[in-house]
């Protein structure tokens, strides 16, 4: 019995050594193609990288790692279709196991959100956010896209169900926030109500105190906006030139454009290092026609920091406005001096 059972043996070995050895020849050859792909691609030698890949595919029709990076790789070379068709074959794959399948979607996500096929990319979202509740960049991004396409429904019930996360509150706050940006004029109410979910979510959001002045103003109420607008002056100082034209123009509106100045001069004591509120406020002076308040701030503040271009550049136009040709002179000299410095980089000066 013992000798037919080692003559069965001997014949399976003989019958599979060609299949093995075709195997562990593919193996070899595959691997290597395929870790050079990588090498190649880190090293940003694109056509390298694509040869590499497209041997290792040939090689190894399994090798799901190696279609989609060659799949990305063509869509980075702009030729779109071909990308899209290695992407799409893989996807009719029947044998993927759930990890490479997943892989297979989120490359086609990626393909269809950059060729602007926004629908498509959706249904594959949906697909892969069913399948992992717990990804919040893909519930994330899923919701972003039903905010570009209009689809409010399916968005807001999106963002309750991020939102029953306490570890994305923040994402949800900010998605909230576009929401509410994004939402058809005809509804205010709803987009007010996104702007004040927002808040409860994070009450530090600056994004969403920022849409809700303009939903104020858009809606005619410009001292709801100014109010919620400096709101982020108290919350954010630093953040104040996304406020800055939006309460200038609101102020205006509302006949208190003196305000404005004694707003600024109370944020400058803040932030005494921002060179765009500083030229804010030299402006504001100038349009009160007082130039020497505006001269004198400049002036204080180019000493302290005379590699700062953009005061610089404003003090010389106003030494010109008051005719002070000479000032003007140098302050730009010194201006372009400093450019020249900084452009040849160091040790590169005369």
Same mark, same amino acid.
């Not at 299949?19 to 395929?34: E, G, N, Q, S």
């Not at 005719?323 to 372009?336: F, T």
């Given at each position: 019995?013992?000798?037919?059972?080692?003559?069965?043996?001997?014949?399976?070995?003989?019958?599979?050594?060609?299949?093995?050895?075709?195997?562990?020849?593919?193996?070899?050859?595959?691997?290597?193609?395929?870790?050079?792909?990588?090498?190649?691609?880190?090293?940003?030698?694109?056509?390298?990288?694509?040869?590499?890949?497209?041997?290792?595919?040939?090689?190894?029709?399994? $090798?799901?790692?190696?279609?989609?990076?060659?799949?990305?790789?063509?869509?980075?070379?702009?030729?779109?279709?071909?990308?899209?068709?290695?992407?799409? $074959?893989?996807?009719?794959?029947?044998?993927?196991?759930?990890?490479?399948?997943?892989?297979?979607?989120?490359?086609?996500?990626?393909?269809?959100?950059?060729?602007?096929?926004?629908?498509?990319?959706?249904?594959?979202?949906?697909?892969?956010?069913?399948?992992?509740?717990?990804?919040?960049?893909?519930?994330?991004?899923?919701?972003?896209?039903?905010?570009?396409?209009?689809?409010?429904?399916?968005?807001?019930?999106?963002?309750?169900?991020?939102?029953?996360?306490?570890?994305?509150?923040?994402?949800? %706050?900010?998605?909230?926030?576009?929401?509410?940006?994004?939402?058809?004029?005809?509804?205010? !109410?709803?987009?007010?109500?996104?702007?004040?979910?927002?808040?409860?979510?994070?009450?530090?959001?600056?994004?969403?105190?920022?849409?809700?002045?303009?939903?104020?103003?858009?809606?005619?109420?410009?001292?709801?906006?100014?109010?919620?607008? $400096?709101?982020?002056?108290?919350?954010?100082?630093?953040?104040?030139?996304?406020?800055?034209?939006?309460?200038?123009?609101?102020?205006?509106?509302?006949?208190?454009?003196?305000?404005?100045?004694?707003?600024?001069?109370?944020?400058?004591?803040?932030?005494?290092?921002?060179?765009?509120?500083?030229?804010?406020?030299?402006?504001?002076?100038?349009?009160?026609?007082?130039?020497?308040?505006?001269?004198?701030?400049?002036?204080?503040?180019?000493?302290?920091?005379? !590699?700062?271009?953009?005061?610089?550049?404003?003090?010389?136009?106003?030494?010109?406005?008051?005719?002070?040709?000479?000032?003007?002179?140098?302050?730009?000299?010194?201006?372009?001096?400093?450019?020249?410095?900084?452009? %040849?980089?160091?040790?590169?000066?005369?």
């Amino acid at each position: 019995m013992t000798w037919l059972i080692l003559v069965i043996i001997a014949m399976l070995v003989v019958a599979l050594y060609p299949v093995v050895r075709d195997f562990l020849r593919k193996r070899r050859t595959a691997v290597p193609a395929y870790v050079e792909g990588l090498q190649a691609a880190l090293d940003g030698r694109t056509a390298d990288a694509v040869a590499r890949f497209r041997e290792a595919v040939s090689d190894d029709s399994e $090798n799901v790692d190696a279609y989609i990076r060659l799949g990305d790789l063509f869509m980075q070379q702009g030729e779109v279709e071909r990308a899209l068709k290695v992407h799409e $074959n893989l996807s009719l794959r029947r044998n993927l196991d759930k990890r490479d399948e997943k892989k297979v979607l989120e490359a086609l996500v990626r393909d269809y959100v950059q060729t602007d096929r926004k629908v498509k990319a959706i249904s594959l979202l949906e697909e892969l956010v069913h399948l992992d509740k717990s990804d919040a960049a893909k519930a994330e991004k899923l919701a972003e896209l039903y905010i570009d396409t209009g689809a409010w429904d399916k968005c807001e019930e999106q963002l309750k169900e991020l939102a029953r996360h306490s570890s994305q509150r923040q994402r949800a %706050a900010r998605l909230y926030a576009e929401y509410g940006r994004a939402h058809p004029r005809d509804n205010p !109410g709803a987009a007010l109500a996104a702007f004040e979910t927002a808040l409860k979510l994070d009450p530090n959001s600056v994004q969403a105190r920022l849409y809700l002045g303009d939903h104020h103003f858009a809606q005619g109420d410009t001292n709801a906006a100014i109010e919620t607008w $400096n709101e982020v002056l108290d919350l954010a100082p630093d953040k104040n030139s996304l406020v800055r034209d939006r309460l200038e123009r609101a102020y205006f509106d509302t006949g208190k454009f003196e305000d404005i100045t004694t707003l600024y001069e109370r944020l400058l004591r803040k932030v005494p290092d921002d060179s765009g509120l500083v030229v804010a406020l030299a402006e504001i002076y100038q349009k009160k026609e007082d130039l020497s308040s505006a001269v004198r701030l400049l002036e204080r503040v180019g000493d302290r920091h005379r !590699g700062d271009v953009l005061p610089r550049v404003t003090l010389a136009a106003m030494y010109l406005e008051r005719a002070e040709y000479d000032r003007a002179r140098r302050v730009l000299a010194e201006v372009m001096s400093a450019l020249q410095s900084e452009s %040849a980089g160091p040790g590169k000066a005369a």
